[in-house]
């Protein structure tokens, strides 16, 4: 682990491997942990970057709203700080899919193509909203813990959820090391974001989806509708996976980031 040094906060990140930068962005309220099996299975093939978002994992919190488009600018930053001037490949799963969107929006000229994992480009419905409103008041009320409680049986699949016991423990691990300001940050970024599908035509580099069939957060035909807009762009379901396909199908989701990069 290292950290980068920004003005208002440090970020930690993994590096690994050389080539072709691949700026693995995780979900809400993960950290770059979640990346473990890509950054030691693909920096054979690629350089590998993989950072905690602010107040996320072992980089400092700060208070108020993580919109989109600001953590976007820290991903950016790391790029500066690294010296990455060369195109990259942005992989972002889910709320990490929401930051490629607004990233891709911004800095069109730094990608070199998008891997959106389980992630969708509709905005949050009314009804989302207010389910992001309570979870706000629940985190305010009794911290992050029934947060989490309440989202590990929706982010694994059944067949994770019975029979890889260790797996669901690492990712209950891994959101505890979510700091409140962080989760209160996210929930408001990600209901204040825009709706990011009438950007999908604009996308000019090659786009890899790769998304959970049984993912209980995202619907399947969200990310075909994603597929049909975006040009260049392919999509992959993956077995016996949910939300996390990463850490749930993660031969068949290495294998797929590798031929997708192998390609551009």
């Known amino acids: 682990m290292k950290f980068a040094e920004f003005a208002t906060f440090k970020m930690a990140y993994e590096e690994a491997g050389s080539g072709k930068p691949i700026l693995f962005v995780h979900g809400y309220p993960l950290n770059r942990r979640m990346w473990q099996p890509q950054i030691e299975a693909l920096s054979q093939d690629a350089h590998i970057i993989a950072p905690d978002l602010r107040g996320h994992g072992d980089s400092t919190p700060t208070a108020g709203v993580y919109t989109m488009q600001l953590l976007a600018e820290d991903c950016a930053k790391l790029l500066d700080y690294l010296n990455i001037h060369e195109k990259v490949v942005l992989c972002g799963l889910s709320m990490g899919g929401y930051i490629s969107f607004a990233f891709a929006r911004q800095y069109p000229e730094r990608l070199a193509g998008l891997i959106l994992t389980a992630t969708r480009a509709a905005p949050d419905t009314q009804e989302g909203k207010l389910n992001r409103q309570r979870s706000i008041e629940l985190a305010k009320e ?26 669901v423990q690492t990712v209950r691990e891994i959101m505890q090391q979510t700091s409140l300001e962080a989760v209160l940050g996210d929930l408001q970024g990600m209901m204040e974001r825009i709706d990011s599908r009438p950007f999908l ?63 551009l």
């Open 142 to 167: 009794q911290g992050i813990d029934p947060i989490i409680e309440a989202m590990l049986p929706r982010v694994l699949s059944p067949t994770t959820l019975e029979n890889n016991p260790a797996l």
């Open 201 to 263: 035509n604009q996308i000019t580099v090659p786009t890899l989806i790769l998304h959970g069939k049984d993912d209980q957060l995202i619907p399947i035909e969200e990310a075909e509708a994603m597929q049909a807009a975006i040009p260049h762009c392919q999509l992959i379901l993956l077995e016996r996976a949910g939300h996390l396909p990463n850490l749930e199908a993660t031969e068949p989701f290495n294998q797929a980031v590798r031929e997708f990069i192998k390609n």
